[in-house]
Each structure stands twice: as structure tokens, then as C-alpha cells.
């Protein structure tokens, strides 16, 4: 952001980033479980997995969108001013004083269809965290799951506060950029945390429907 980077290039450059990341954790998930090795707060029951895999592979997808919409917003020269600077409650949660607006400029005014877009996951985390809670409270079985959706949706809606934090920093013609970056990294944490999660319950799914067909 400091240096003025191409939203394109940051994003490639993130992308990647991240695809290397989510290789190591998976493969040290595979090696831990060719071990038995696995620690208990990753060793996800298998029916639970199998029941919530696509379900949490939805919200990984979901949450990397709102991550580069925002790296979209925060590289795009003007971007970041599309929701005004009046402050408290005209820039947030208010976008120019209206909670809805029309979007006539796509690219200067994409910091509205990044709250958009942040606005719909969070309402998915916190439903989903509802329904797993639900459905641990008379058992054990999901409360590892239910840990990490947790622990994501919680980040998620902390950076949701970072981010307006980011908005009402606004002074002397500038934003801060420690506030844009932290915002960056956090989000990046609550995608980390659910695309573990995610790749945890494909592979112990996964060997769980090995062993079914195989057999003992």
C-alpha cells in the first residue's frame, strides 16, 4: 500500500503467498496423521468433518473473496475515500450518511462492494457458529470444529472493528497505514484459520472413507 503497488500485482503476489502457506500446513496435517501424531486440537471427528466440509469450504472461498476485495480497495488510488471521511456513523458504519448506496464508479467506489461482500460472510460466520453450537450442546463430538469456526468468526468480526478503525483514522488528508496493514494481516488470519480447518476435515474424512472401503 506504502509504495503504491498495482492491485493486480498485490494480489498475484498475495495469492501466492497464500497458496504456499495452505500447502504447508497440508502437508504437515498429512504427515502428523501418517504418524497418529495428531494434536487434539486439530484431531476433528470424522462424521462431523464429513458433514461440514463443503459447508466450511464455502466460508474459506467466501472470507478469501471479502481478503481480496479489500487488498482491491486498499491498492486502488481513491478506493479507500469511497465512502467518505465525515466519521463516526456518516464513513461507518454508514457509507456517505446512506446504509445503502448505489455504485455508479465500480473501481473508485469498490470500498462499498467490499462491505457488501464483508457484510454477507459475517452474517454466514455468525449463523454458522450459532448452528454448531447448537448442535455440540449436548455432545463432544464437534467441539473441535466448532473451536476453530469460532476462533475464525471471532477474528472476523475483531478486523470487521480494524477495518473501521482504519476508516475514522482519517486525518490530515490521509489514512493510517499500520491500520491498513494490520486489517490486511488479521484477514488473512481468519481465511488461514478456516482453510485449516478445511483441509483437517478433508483429510481425516477422507481416511476415514479409506478405511470404510478397505476395511480393518
Partial sequence: VKFDNENWSVAIHLGSALAFLISLIWLWI????DEEDLPNWISFDPLVGMKWRKWIGVLSFSTLITLFSGVYVSTTPGANYGCGVGGMLESWPLCNGQLIQDVDDWELQSQIVHRWLVGIVGVMMALS??????????GQSGVVLRNWIWASTATYFGNGLLGASYILSWDSGSFSEYLSLAHLMVATISFTILATAWLGVTIISSSRRAKIIVGP
Fill in 129 to 138: 457458529s450459532y448452528k454448531i453450537w447448537k448442535e455440540c450442546e449436548h
Fill in 30 to 33: 498429512e504427515i502428523r496423521r
